[in-house]
């Protein structure tokens, strides 16, 4: 059994553990005017669902990303993105773990069950996340690393591509604000089209919630992105739509 399958099978097994003894249900869709990852535009206008368990300290979240104008880019497929991500929390110490099976091949690219290691369109990667548990300072930091699946180098070995983000919420007024700063440590060019240490992500995301009704709140959202690496930036805007 490779170590893809070895992964999916621990994925599975943990998720029906999870779904079992669920103490909370996430049930959301995000519709954003562009979808831009860790400061990389992807594609235009999308919807992005979200279908999450949580039992205890562990969660499973189930993530989409599909676009809708039917294309993305040079792929000439309509993008389609279907991630898994498994998370530890270790307690309170403000420390957590993470794994997750990112997969971004588009629509009608098929092969999803495709594992073999320099056949596989999968990412499979590995992260840890410390948050201060501090009421003045509230900033976190996180590092993420491909540690198997399509992530190659030219010479179709493992790149270990990897990404380190901090990220600092406070609040003005009613609008809830996040300032998020993205490096790409080392070469990524197949991911992060760098050469060597490069800020991808300069970001700040406002939210507020609408109220319609004493029961019912509109919660939306707008985000300013720089990406000094390829010298580019967008201002996307979405609406969250949730129980």
Same mark, same amino acid.
């Given at each position: 059994?490779?170590?893809? $399958? +070895?992964?999916?099978?621990?994925?599975?097994?943990?998720?029906?553990? *999870?779904?079992?003894?669920?103490?909370?249900?996430?049930?959301?869709?995000?519709?954003?005017?562009? !979808?831009?990852? +860790?400061?990389?535009?992807?594609?235009?206008?999308?919807?992005?669902? *979200? /279908?999450?368990?949580?039992? +205890?300290?562990?969660?499973?979240?189930?993530?989409?990303?599909?676009?809708?104008?039917?294309?993305?880019?040079?792929?000439?497929?309509?993008?389609?993105?279907? @991630? &898994?991500?498994?998370?530890?929390?270790?307690?309170?110490?403000?420390?957590?773990?993470?794994?997750? @099976? &990112?997969?971004?091949?588009?629509?009608?690219?098929?092969?999803?069950?495709?594992? +073999? $290691?320099?056949? *596989?369109?999968?990412?499979?990667?590995?992260?840890?996340? !410390?948050?201060?548990?501090?009421?003045?300072? =509230?900033?976190?930091?996180?590092?993420?690393?491909?540690?198997?699946?399509? @992530?190659?180098?030219?010479?179709?070995?493992? $790149?270990?591509?990897?990404? /380190?983000?901090?990220?600092? =919420?406070?609040?003005?007024?009613?609008?809830?604000?996040?300032? *998020?700063?993205?490096?790409?440590?080392?070469?990524?060019?197949?991911?992060?089209?760098?050469?060597?240490? $490069?800020?991808?992500?300069?970001? &700040?995301?406002?939210?507020?919630?609408?109220?319609?009704?004493?029961?019912?709140?509109? =919660?939306?959202?707008?985000?300013?992105?720089?990406? =000094?690496?390829?010298? @580019?930036?967008?201002?996307?805007?979405?609406?969250? /739509?949730?129980?």
């Amino acid at each position: 059994m490779t170590v893809c $399958n +070895r992964f999916l099978l621990l994925i599975a097994l943990l998720g029906i553990s *999870t779904s079992g003894n669920a103490q909370k249900v996430v049930l959301q869709s995000d519709f954003v005017s562009s !979808y831009v990852w +860790r400061g990389i535009y992807q594609t235009g206008v999308s919807v992005q669902p *979200t /279908l999450g368990f949580t039992a +205890r300290n562990l969660s499973l979240t189930a993530w989409g990303s599909t676009d809708f104008d039917g294309t993305s880019g040079t792929s000439g497929r309509a993008s389609k993105e279907i @991630d &898994l991500m498994l998370v530890y929390t270790l307690g309170k110490t403000g420390l957590s773990f993470s794994i997750a @099976d &990112l997969w971004w091949a588009g629509q009608g690219a098929g092969k999803y069950f495709h594992y +073999r $290691n320099h056949e *596989t369109a999968h990412h499979f990667e590995a992260g840890v996340t !410390y948050a201060l548990s501090l009421e003045q300072l =509230p900033l976190s930091a996180s590092w993420y690393t491909m540690f198997a699946g399509m @992530d190659k180098n030219k010479d179709g070995k493992q $790149n270990f591509s990897s990404y /380190l983000e901090l990220n600092y =919420p406070f609040s003005v007024n009613c609008v809830e604000l996040n300032a *998020t700063c993205g490096v790409v440590p080392f070469q990524s060019h197949e991911i992060y089209g760098n050469s060597g240490f $490069n800020v991808t992500n300069i970001a &700040l995301k406002g939210s507020v919630a609408i109220k319609l009704t004493d029961s019912f709140s509109f =919660p939306i959202f707008a985000q300013a992105i720089w990406n =000094p690496c390829s010298e @580019d930036a967008h201002l996307v805007f979405g609406v969250t /739509l949730k129980p």
